[in-house]
């Protein structure tokens, strides 16, 4: 069909019209940034290791049906979350308190 043939249809829009969106169709905010989404903010993923730490937690040691049913299973996830779940939090706080300072622009003079 080629470009002849999109030129027939009363919907299609030029690069120059279509403006600033993204290939998915989203439109960008600001200067050509994509829009932020609540899955973009550092502790998000901390959090949820933390919710999957308490849950396996809480079927190892408090809920005794559980616990009984898939042991193995339940402490070998309390711990390997707990420890991404730390190392991601540490992580997560390195990044957040770098980025205000990186932009911090008043100085001593």
Do not use: C, H, K
Not at 3 to 17: F, H, I, K, L, T
Not at 47 to 60: E, K, P, Q, S
């Amino acid at each position: 069909m080629g470009r002849a043939g999109r030129a027939r249809y009363p919907g299609a829009v030029s690069d120059e019209q279509r403006g600033s969106r993204d290939p998915e169709g989203r439109t960008t905010a600001g200067g050509g940034a994509p829009a932020s989404t609540p899955f973009d903010n550092p502790l998000f993923l901390p959090v949820l290791l933390w919710l999957f730490a308490a849950w396996f937690g809480y079927d190892t040691f408090a809920d005794t049906e559980a616990g009984t049913e898939w042991p193995w299973f339940n402490r070998i996830g309390f711990v390997v979350a707990l420890v991404l779940a730390i190392y991601y939090t540490v992580q997560a706080r390195r990044a957040r308190e770098a980025s205000p300072s990186a932009g911090d622009s008043s100085g001593g003079e």
